[in-house]
């Protein structure tokens, strides 16, 4: 699976859009993009995921850029709940059954 | 709501000790995941299981830590003897054989003295 560099931390004020960017300069023509979240003290999250299009669900939305080295995790109107580590893993699979390989992520806080 | 259930949610235990943790998967999910988690290596995958059957387990360290899957709905990750090193938080994820997301657990906080 191909590695990914996020940045360790950033800020967002609540109620604006955190952007959460995500390189993956390496990535193979069959590898999608998933993004997790670990709120402190909890197991991983799903967020979502994509191949190639941008997509969107009730949480956030990916965008994924034409030659898909890097991708972004809009969150569009952040709440102090969406304070957590995000991690954006690069994988071959889009089964949940295959394992995930977790980077170092990337810190969000949400200031009030 | 279902939900990945991993017993115990803490444990506190002197070195040389064994330690088992415990989890329940989604009922109808094939695979089970063990991760360990602390603040230097972060999150690492011990082992998981598909079908009850071990696949890969070469993050886990052979002479003391050992995972099994006694049937569909438990499987286990024991330490014995228990070290120092080996506090850190211990999550179990379970992924069904259709769909996308894994499921993962509250995690068991493991702190050995």
């Known amino acids: 699976d191909a590695k990914t560099t996020q940045p360790p931390s950033m800020d967002c004020a609540e109620g604006r859009a955190a952007n959460l960017p995500c390189n993956h300069s390496?990535?193979?023509?069959?590898?999608?993009v998933y993004w997790y979240r670990q709120i402190h003290s909890q197991g991983p999250q799903y967020i979502i995921h994509g191949l190639k299009n941008n997509e969107t669900n009730e949480m956030a939305s990916l965008i994924i850029t034409e030659d898909r080295k890097s991708s972004t995790l809009i969150l569009p109107h952040a709440t102090l709940r969406d304070t957590a580590v995000y991690y954006c893993?690069?994988?071959?699979?889009?089964?949940?059954?295959?394992?995930?390989?977790f980077g170092t992520g990337t810190r969000l806080t949400i200031i009030p | 709501d279902a939900r990945v259930t991993q017993t115990p949610r803490h444990k506190v235990t002197e070195m040389g000790q064994e330690v088992t943790m415990r989890c329940q998967p989604i009922?109808?999910?094939?695979?089970v995941f063990w991760y360990r988690q602390t603040m230097m290596q972060g999150l690492e995958l011990l082992a998981y299981f598909r079908n009850r059957a071990p696949l890969d387990d070469s993050g886990m360290p052979k002479d003391r830590f050992s995972a099994e899957m006694p049937d569909a709905t438990l499987a286990t990750l024991k330490i014995q003897p228990s070290e120092p090193r080996d506090s850190a938080v211990y999550f179990c994820a379970s992924g069904p054989p259709h769909g996308t997301e894994a499921f993962f657990g509250q995690g068991t906080r493991l702190t050995v003295v």
């Open positions: 893993i690069v994988r071959i699979s889009n089964f949940g059954n295959e394992k995930l390989t």
């Open positions: 009922l109808g999910h094939n695979t």
């Open positions: 390496t990535i193979s023509g069959n590898e999608y």
